[in-house]
């Protein structure tokens, strides 16, 4: 599609049209769309027909982070929007597994399931000031969920099944749900797992659940464990929930209405819930999907995720465009390195997003799609999660998908959504994001806050955005949210990556610059698995370490402290990663397991995560410690020279596939 047929040409043409405005190219109309934030948001808001759904009082009341409030007055709801793009002449889901045939999802039938569903929920007590929380995989059940959730006015949350019950339970008490919806199992890599034991697990640690929802999939409902141990907790089929009427009923919430909780973990402590509102979402998302990435509705939209990433949300709200949406629940590499593009070839997937680290292994597996599989219909290919080496940047030009648009994208679960990535209006170039979305005020700044254009700095955002959080669960006085991203700089978003913006507005992100964890897109507090690892008899201390190396590798290294009188063996790894396994989840599984004296610590006490992290990405030990402000600063060499052998091919050890 060339750039004059794209929506945002449409949107500038519309501009021109209705407002008289008209720009030179893509930096002009960014400088317009981040100066005069009230004139650029309230251009998306008419644009995309919200102006048709309410009025509203002011754009933007306060300016100031994070106090700033979004088109005060206006009332809409996010599952509403969702369904107002029902037509007979394409699906509104394809679901598909690793076994079985693409299911489509008429817009009809998802409208009448998400209406039963919604009516279930209100004869249970659901509504507003209540949550639903879903252990479910990527699948129409979960997406029906969301939705009547929403429907309802009543805050949406979900974990993959993949996750440990410790790390559910982590997320979900936090949340209160007074509903839980679970599914029997999943299927990955050609196994089955039984998920039945693990959700009465859940149900023990959940005492505000009332209602538990099981949704049969791979089971026969009167086969196998108990669901429920608890009484208390009155059990519902999915079947007899949804379609028992055909329209759904909307509860007219408030711009600022909470609509979901989303999880990521900082370095220490439970993990963060962040919550957004219905209004920041619909018109976030309809401006980063429509005007940046140049999502239509006849587009068929598959991101392979689960529905424990951001963009399982990002993908869902490819409903806000009319979008099929194509769920995926499996192994991108079922059955074999392909297995994405075999899935995008089935389902005739014109849109398909993924995570930087299965790009890269797939290049190095000497993968060849675009000879194995039919990706003619593919015309546009979003990655995310983590910077690539430019060798990947070519290999999916050239043995991918020749003739498809590579749009790299960075945002993240906090403001679900995107900083910076492509546009039509914009060249791709090998190694970089394109340029910062619309809207978005980003710059790179030294420790002084100080512009440092094409310099590696703090990636920040100096001026508001709708999706940003509206709170963190269980933070009075938003003191965590504060602290998470306006400690540094005070009425500034620091959104805790390295980032340089080059002069021609280009982008590139060099990883997290805290010592949050990073696997895949996903964010994962080191706290969590040190609660685990260091459970375990044999283990006395432990450090793990997530570092974007300088050859595109992301390293996650876990180093381990034996208990004194105990030595390390095959035995012990296997242990500390079946703990892990079980525990977390197969993604917190570190790359490899380093048995060491000593963790090196600040004199109160912290572990030298992000010290250690800029050691083992090339960093002097001089550079990045005080001589006398730490414990065991032996160590620190010590890690010098296992960051010495890593870059030389050294120190790596998947253990993945264990």
């Known amino acids: 599609m060339s750039a004059g047929r794209s929506n945002i040409a449409d949107f500038l043409r519309w501009l021109e049209k209705e407002r008289g405005l008209s720009f030179t190219d893509y930096a002009d ?59 007979d002449e394409r699906p509104a889901l394809i679901a598909v597994s690793e ?19 919604a009516a279930t929920l209100r004869e249970m007590g659901v509504g507003p000031g209540d949550c639903v929380a879903g252990y479910l995989p990527n699948i129409p059940e979960a997406v029906v969920a969301l939705l009547a959730t929403a429907a309802v006015g009543a805050t949406w949350t979900v974990c993959s099944p993949d996750f440990g019950t410790p790390s559910v339970l982590a997320r979900l008490r936090q949340a209160r749900p007074t509903v839980l919806v679970a599914a029997d199992g999943y299927r990955y890599g050609g196994k089955e797992y039984d998920r ?22 791979l089971y026969a409902s009167e086969d196998g464990p108990a669901w429920s141990r608890r009484p208390d907790v009155t059990q519902h089929r999915w079947t007899a929930l949804s379609g028992r009427q055909a329209q759904p009923a909307f509860a007219d919430v408030p711009f600022d209405h909470p609509l979901w909780i989303l999880w990521s973990s900082g370095t220490t402590g439970l993990p963060k819930g962040i919550v957004h509102g219905h209004g920041g979402i619909v018109v976030e998302l309809l401006k980063a999907l429509g005007l940046g990435v140049d999502l239509r509705a006849d587009d068929r939209y598959f991101f392979h995720t689960s529905t424990s990433w951001m963009v399982w949300n990002f993908m869902i709200a490819g409903l806000l465009h009319g979008t099929t949406l194509v769920l995926y629940d499996g192994s991108p590499t079922h059955p074999a390195i392909n297995g994405v593009w075999r899935i995008a070839a089935r389902t005739g997937a014109t849109m398909v997003g993924v995570g930087a680290a299965y790009l890269i292994a797939a290049e190095k597996a000497g993968a060849h799609p675009a000879a194995e599989t039919d990706l003619r219909a593919v015309r546009s290919i979003l990655q995310t999660g983590s910077a690539m080496p430019d060798s990947t940047w070519h290999w999916v030009r050239g043995l991918l998908a020749p003739d498809a648009r590579l749009q790299s994208i960075c945002g993240g679960t906090d ?47 100096t001026a508001p955005l709708p999706s940003m959080p509206l709170y963190f669960v269980d933070d009075p006085g938003d003191e965590r949210y504060k602290s998470s991203y306006f400690d540094v700089y005070p009425g500034v978003w620091r959104h805790g990556d390295w980032a340089t913006v ?27 698995l040190y609660a685990v690892v260091e459970a375990l008899p044999r283990i006395a201390d432990s450090l793990v370490i997530g570092a974007e190396l300088s050859d595109g590798r992301y390293c996650m290294p876990l180093f381990v402290v034996p208990a004194e009188g105990t030595g390390f063996d095959d035995a012990l790894r296997d242990e500390i990663v079946g703990a892990i396994r079980q525990s977390l989840s197969p993604r917190h599984v570190p790359d490899v397991v380093v048995p060491i004296e000593a963790v090196p610590r600040t004199l109160t006490g912290k572990k030298l995560e992000v010290p250690v992290k800029h050691i083992l990405q090339g960093a002097r030990v001089t550079d990045v410690s005080t001589e006398g402000a730490v414990t065991r600063p032996d160590m620190l060499a010590w890690f010098a020279d296992f960051a010495a052998e890593l870059r030389a091919g050294g120190g790596e050890g998947p253990l993945q596939g264990k």
């Open 29 to 87: 109309v960014w400088r317009w769309s981040t100066d005069d934030l009230p004139g650029f948001w309230s251009a998306v808001w008419e644009y995309y027909g919200l102006d048709g759904v309410s009025d509203y009082d002011e754009v933007l009341a306060d300016a100031t982070m994070p106090d700033a409030r979004w088109f005060t007055g206006a009332r809409l709801n996010f599952a509403r929007q969702c369904l107002a793009h029902a037509t």
């Open 99 to 117: 076994t079985g045939a693409p299911q489509a999802i008429s817009w009809e039938r998802l409208t009448s399931e998400v209406a039963g569903v």
């Open 196 to 217: 039945r034991p693990h959700a009465a697990e859940i149900l023990d640690g959940l005492p505000t659940v009332r209602h538990l929802v099981a949704v049969d999939r």
């Open 415 to 461: 403001i679900c959504s995107v900083l910076a990535g492509g546009s039509p209006l914009l060249p791709v170039r090998t190694g970089r994001i394109s340029g910062p979305a619309l809207g978005v005020a980003l710059a790179s700044w030294d420790a002084t806050g100080q512009p440092r254009t094409g310099q590696q700095g703090e990636l920040v955002v």
């Open 502 to 528: 080059d002069t021609d507005l280009s982008v590139v992100v060099a990883g997290r610059s805290d010592a949050t964890l990073n696997r895949m897109g996903v964010r994962m507090g080191s706290a969590d």
